[in-house]
């Protein structure tokens, strides 16, 4: 009997929630040399589907006033880019390190947005609204920037949509809705095989 621990595991994130995502593999690929609960996280894992994840940088200097003063203030700035800035220091290290966590091990799939974004605007009374300017919130060179090597190991994928409807589809008839399953069946297909395949392997 396949044990609970060891079922595979499909991580899926959309845009701030992929960067966590990455910190949390990363995690486990520090810890599994000296945590068998971890080294057991990192063989059951099979791979990732990326949604607008800004691996560059998020566009939206707006988001740096909004926070001013809050505890994600630091977060913010550190992921926020213009059509001038480089990168942060953290999204490169994070993009680094997690190109070497993963390569030649765990498949990425990265969907990017097609469409542009309204940016959040403050109004006078304190609330929030998309009425700014229109952006590619995150570019195809950000949300595809994964550092992988190895053409098998990604897959880059455009969807006609706007950032926050890469992940919402109205009817299960929308070609991104279609395209997006195809993926999570095929991830679903090979999981299995090949993560039983990997404990076997490693004598666990």
């Known amino acids: ?91 490169r290290r994070i993009s680094s390190q997690f190109s070497e966590c993963c390569k030649g091990q765990y498949p990425v799939v990265a969907f990017y947005e097609r469409k542009h974004s309204p940016t959040v605007q403050l109004q006078r009374d304190g609330t929030l609204t998309k009425t700014g300017s229109k952006i590619f919130m995150v570019t195809k060179e950000s949300a595809t920037s994964i ?19 890469l992940v919402k589809y109205e009817k299960r008839s929308q070609q991104e809705y279609s395209i997006v399953m195809e993926k999570i069946k095929n991830f679903v297909a090979k999981a299995t095989q090949d993560t039983q395949k990997r404990f076997m392997e490693e004598g666990a």
């Open 147 to 165: 550092s992988l090597t190895i053409p098998a190991d990604q897959i880059n994928i455009p969807l006609n949509t706007n950032h926050s409807d």
């Open 1 to 91: 009997m396949w044990q609970a621990n060891r079922r595979p595991i499909i991580f899926i994130g959309h845009s701030l929630g992929g960067l966590l995502i990455k910190e949390q593999a990363l995690l486990y690929a520090r810890n599994k040399a000296t945590d068998p609960q971890y080294l057991d996280l990192c063989k059951a894992c099979y791979g990732f589907l990326f949604f607008g994840v800004p691996n560059y940088g998020l566009r939206n200097e707006q988001l740096k006033s909004i926070v001013q003063g809050q505890p994600n203030e630091a977060l913010i700035r550190d992921i926020t880019v213009d059509d001038d800035s480089e990168p942060s220091s953290f999204l």
